[in-house]
């Protein structure tokens, strides 16, 4: 059986009868013990897969009317709640954590007969680019295990890529899908903001972050967003798309569509051989019938810096929640007072997550905030104006997702700048609530580069579009596994 | 401009952070937000706030929902309908 197909063929072989649901999963967790091991995708497995497997081979068999997603396997991110599943944000702070309901976005991916496979490694509370956050240790890229896969969505992107998932679902807050998307060979997007409801995403900085799709197709991903996206009342910040088909004409092409390329995201600091893959895509672009161009978005230059200020700030008021009253129970109360509980509660958090709450607790505060966090709002409120404009002049905003190839474990570990700076092409989107896209492109010495495209907001079909026309021209090798 | 370290552990004492073995984290702290002065570079002091404003007949109705499970069953310490805390004074 071929683990490796896309999600619609899946559904085409399952309906076609040439396997049963059963043998897929159990397929599936077969390849799971065979590389989990060494990769570390999951941090935990549904062991219930199997019997909601053969549960809903047996009401095809009885020519029962079973969802659209025909028991498809997902894995999802560990940040977002599965009912009666942990979701541990892979903290020690949540390591006892079941959820009690579930996300709007395993609600319909339930009701279509998803298979929920398990929950994907993130950097902790998905804050970093690597898994190297992670409390339960880092995942490896199947591309080459001495490699971080990315992050933070590294886990779900990782199962992907290794075939121990058919598609995933990550959260992306400054490139949380599309980074490891980029550094695994597989297609992440991150939503316009407000498409995907993110009631039952366990919130970082939620006014910029969206849960998004990852499959090995665009194809894939487009139908995973078909299934997920849409308006919802317990997230007021959804947006109606009227049961958007985003598989419909996805085939179209780009004949005629202006791209433009950001300045900024493909200067220096841009390494060559991603530079070069870059100039090919864009060669590509042309052939397909595009216009390309050059646009300077003098905004680039800051948006790391504000986007760091802003997600510190909201991290700082959204994690005070874990107190080890509502959350954790390492430790009796007896002999504490109130803040000394609390602060000694609050060691679980790992060094990453501390370090960006004291960041979100200093940026914001009486005296600084004139500094740092007024100043990151204004500059993502020129920012936003920035692209709009550019959004007059051309279809599509194009640059490579990550503006470096994968690196070594340990590599950047110890310089937070560096660390921030591999965020610089993806956050633009998050900060202007603009659609992106990360199709995989090339793979260099057996390392993956992937092409970010970005759209105007709730231009995701168009986007599809254009993702699908750029993958149409590649012809990239399998994952050496 | 360079903040000072009592400033950080100031403010990681408001965030209820413990910095009884934190040092390492202060260096780093200080290093990142050394990295935001690149803001004011920005020239953007008259750019106007972007502030997002709903009206309430947008928010969805307000009215009880009960829920299926007992989630107060969920905690370690409670009471009843209380959660136990510690001593506020």
């Not at chain 1, 991916?109 to 993130?122: E, H, M, P, S, Y």
């Not at chain 1, 804050?127 to 001495?146: H, L």
């Not at chain 1, 598609?167 to 997007?189: E, K, M, Q, W, Y």
């Not at chain 1, 419909?248 to 300045?263: H, L, V």
Request: glycine share 8%; with cysteine; aromatic share 8%.
């Amino acid at each position: 059986m071929n683990l490796g197909i896309s999600a619609l063929d899946y559904i085409e072989a399952i309906k076609n009868g040439e396997f049963t649901v059963e043998e897929f999963v159990s397929e599936t967790f077969d390849q799971i013990k065979k590389v989990d091991g060494k990769l570390h995708a999951y941090l935990s497995l549904n062991d219930k897969a199997l019997d909601q497997a053969k549960e809903l081979d047996k009401k095809r068999k009885a020519k029962e009317k079973i969802g659209s997603c025909m028991g498809m396997p997902i894995a999802i991110k560990d940040n977002i709640c599965v009912k009666g599943a942990k979701t541990t944000c892979a903290s020690k702070m949540l390591e006892k954590y079941t959820a009690p309901f579930d996300a709007t976005v395993i609600a319909r991916l339930r009701k279509q007969d998803a298979l929920f496979i398990g929950k994907t490694n993130l950097d902790e509370f998905a804050m970093g680019t690597t898994t190297e956050f992670s409390v339960y240790g880092p995942s490896k890229n199947p591309w080459n295990q001495e490699y971080v896969p990315g992050g933070s969505s590294g886990g779900s992107a990782v199962a992907v890529s290794a075939l121990e998932s058919v598609v995933s679902l990550g959260s992306d807050t400054g490139g949380s899908v599309r980074n490891p998307a980029s550094f695994c060979s597989i297609v992440g997007l991150k939503p316009t903001y407000g498409l995907v409801s993110r009631y039952g995403l366990i919130s970082y900085a939620n006014s910029i972050e969206q849960i998004g799709p990852m499959a090995r197709t665009v194809k894939d991903t487009a139908f995973l967003l078909n299934v997920i996206s849409g308006i919802d009342p317990n997230d007021n910040t959804t947006i109606d798309n009227h049961g958007e088909d985003y598989l419909k004409n996805i085939d179209s092409g780009i004949d005629g569509k202006k791209i433009g390329i950001i300045s900024e995201m493909v200067g220096k600091g841009t390494d060559n051989t991603v530079s070069s893959a870059t100039k090919k895509a864009l060669a590509k672009f042309e052939d397909l019938g595009a216009k390309c161009e050059e646009i300077p978005i003098d905004m680039v230059d800051y948006s790391v810096a504000s986007y760091y200020t802003i997600t510190s700030t909201e991290a700082g008021s959204n994690l005070a929640r874990y107190d080890n009253l509502r959350y954790g129970f390492d430790f009796d109360l007896e002999g504490y007072e109130f803040n000394s509980y609390i602060s000694k509660a609050r060691r679980s958090f790992g060094p990453e997550v501390t370090r960006r709450l004291i960041i979100g607790g200093f940026v914001p505060s009486a005296g600084h905030a004139g500094k740092y966090f007024l100043k990151a709002l204004k500059v993502k409120s020129r920012l936003t104006k920035e692209i709009n404009a550019a959004f007059k002049k051309v279809d599509f905003l194009v640059a490579p997702t990550v503006p470096i190839l994968p690196f070594k474990f340990g590599e950047k570990l110890d310089d937070p700048v560096a660390m921030f700076l591999i965020d610089f092409n993806t956050v633009t989107a998050n900060l202007t609530g603009k659609p992106a896209i990360s199709v995989p492109f090339e793979i260099s010495n057996g390392l993956p580069i992937g092409i970010q495209i970005i759209a105007d907001s709730m231009q995701e079909k168009s986007l599809f579009q254009a993702a699908y026309a750029l993958e149409s021209t590649t012809n990239l090798p399998k994952v050496p596994l | 401009m360079l903040v000072s370290k009592e400033e950080i552990e100031h403010v990681a004492k408001l965030m209820r952070i413990d910095l009884d073995d934190h040092t390492v984290h202060i260096d780093r702290v200080q290093k990142m937000i050394e990295y935001f002065d690149i803001l004011d570079k920005a020239g953007t002091e008259s750019e106007e706030l972007i502030i997002n404003e709903q009206p309430l007949e947008n928010l969805r109705e307000d009215k009880y929902e009960p829920y299926g499970d007992k989630l107060i069953d969920k905690l370690k310490h409670y009471k009843e309908k209380f959660v136990r805390a510690p001593k506020m004074v």
